[in-house]
């Protein structure tokens, strides 16, 4: 009779086993290993992976309560670190464990492997299949509420998978949950910095909100990154190692060293992110993207605090509201500067202007010079289209203030590359046709935006009386009455007087906001 239960696991099961683990971290733990044949299978299941780490022997720790088989192993150079798996307590954070325990205690190994496997990792174990099938008693009732507690469990069971015997048994995958990611030292500092604002200043939050969390967010994380350097500063000027060398070697990256180059590298991250804010990001062209990028460093020397962030916003706003007049009237020329050529000849309409009779508005739907496609291919490039069109929209978003709904344009791109079909491709403003001919048509999908785009343009270029759309039909005067009734006639300038706020709003306000996490 075999006393121990020991059942070297067969090879194929052992590979059947290993193909469980879905990421496997060495060190890799194996409890009662006898001679090794578990870890053997593992190794041969994945050696020809030539995208995984290449396993040796150290790589796995073993557990072996017998002391031959210990030696046998001890003998192939396989890491014996300790006999008995129950009573194995390690500070190691094994994150893969394969196992094969005795079928009499099998309930104990594995409640034993979930509670020192660490948080996100996986087990594979071979069980008899008795031992879930019937959970009759206390210890196996435990095992299997811990396997339900865990991330993601899954059994298979398989019949004489032992070579002489006909026992059924159960190959077991657990990948226990991860646990959520809480720096304590941040916590705390962020908890202390919201209580002593909120004492000082308890309209602050009402004030400012979303960036008055960020700038709490700000505090905690710059006084956590100076506890801890000081710590691990601390800590090598006592740990043990005058034989060996330093435990952690800190250090920084460009933005400098010390305590300055810390706060440096957090200033940048936050002024990073509030330049790359959703809002932000939706008005500034590609050119302004660039400046405002090659500012960051610059930057970086400012702490994050509401005096610098209501200063930046000064700033950013004048000068954003000159760049987007550059933008919309760039968008202007690029329909427009063709206009004699034949191709281009429909995307203007002439039309009798303030002291010109050479005045003309776009069509609502134009044609554009855009290099779509590649040579080799002869279909479109993404990027290329999506920039191309990218600083269009930004354009047309600041005249269209917030009336429609945004869309993923390089998605749209992409659904229309994958079908390889190029014609009404729906973006936000527009339905564009690209055509190989290197050439696209855009349609103004609302009349309304095309309607204020020639407004606006016309105004920039005095076509358009300064006052227009700011009187009655009735009060023009005979001069402006014809140049309205050119341009859009009576009836469509009586809605644009009605509606004056939307089609002649010269600035849109600028709400400098960035996402908060955590």
Request: glycine residues 4%.
């Amino acid at each position: 009779m075999n006393f121990e239960q020991y059942y070297p696991t067969p090879e194929s099961l052992g590979k059947k086993l290993a193909a469980l683990i879905q990421k496997p971290q060495p060190p890799i733990l194996e409890p009662s290993a006898g001679t090794g044949n578990l870890i053997q299978a593992f190794r041969e299941a994945r050696k020809y992976n030539r995208w995984e780490y290449r396993y040796s022997e150290k790589d796995f720790h073993c557990v072996e309560i017998n002391p031959e088989r210990a030696a046998t192993l001890k003998g192939n150079d396989f890491v014996i670190i300790w006999d008995n798996f129950l009573t194995f307590n390690p500070l190691m954070p094994y994150q893969t464990i394969i196992m094969n325990p005795p079928f009499h205690d099998g309930a104990k190994h594995l409640l034993k492997a979930l509670n020192i496997i660490a948080d996100g990792g996986e087990i594979a174990c071979i069980l008899n299949a008795e031992t879930i099938k019937n959970p009759y008693t206390n210890e196996r009732k435990a095992l299997i509420q811990e396997l339900e507690n865990a991330e993601d469990y899954q059994v298979e069971y398989v019949q004489s998978a032992f070579d002489g015997t006909d026992v059924e048994v159960a190959l077991i995958h657990v990948e226990k949950k991860a646990a959520s990611v809480k720096c304590a030292t941040f916590e705390n500092f962020k908890k202390s910095i919201v209580e002593e604002r909120e004492q000082s200043d308890p309209q602050a939050l009402i004030r400012h909100g979303e960036i008055n969390g960020l700038i709490d967010r700000y505090q905690a994380e710059v006084k956590t990154a100076l506890s801890i350097y000081d710590e691990l500063q601390s800590y090598n000027e006592i740990c043990l190692h005058e034989t060996y060398h330093e435990i952690f070697k800190v250090t920084l990256n460009s933005h400098g060293t010390g305590h300055a180059g810390i706060v440096k590298a957090i200033n940048y991250n936050y002024w990073y992110k509030l330049l790359h804010s959703t809002e932000l990001d939706r008005l500034l062209t590609s050119e302004a993207c660039r400046d405002y990028s090659s500012k960051l460093r610059e930057m970086e020397e400012y702490e994050f605090n509401e005096r610098n962030i209501l200063q930046l916003k000064a700033d950013l706003t004048k000068n954003l509201l000159g760049s987007i007049d550059v933008a919309i009237m760039k968008v202007w020329d690029n329909f427009t500067h063709r206009f004699s050529y034949t191709d281009y000849s429909k995307n203007i309409h002439y039309y009798n202007g303030w002291k010109t009779n050479k005045a003309f508005k776009c069509n609502r739907k134009v044609i554009i010079p855009l290099y779509a496609f590649d040579h080799i291919g002869g279909r479109i490039d993404v990027n290329r289209v999506r920039e191309e069109l990218a600083d269009i929209e930004k354009a047309m978003n600041y005249l269209d203030c917030g009336r429609t709904e945004g869309c993923d344009m390089a998605e749209r791109l992409q659904q229309s590359k994958s079908a390889g079909v190029y014609r009404a491709i729906d973006t936000k403003f527009f339905k564009v046709d690209i055509f190989k001919k290197n050439t696209a048509h855009l349609t103004f999908k609302d009349e309304s935006l095309l309607k204020k785009f020639n407004l606006y343009c016309g105004r920039k270029l005095n076509w358009l009386p300064d006052d227009y759309g700011y009187k009655p039909y009735e009060s023009l005067n005979d001069e402006e009455r014809a140049v309205a009734d050119s341009f859009e006639g009576r009836d469509s300038y009586t809605e644009t007087f009605h509606n004056r706020q939307f089609y002649l709003q010269r600035n849109s306000p600028l709400m400098l906001t960035a996402s908060q996490k955590g």
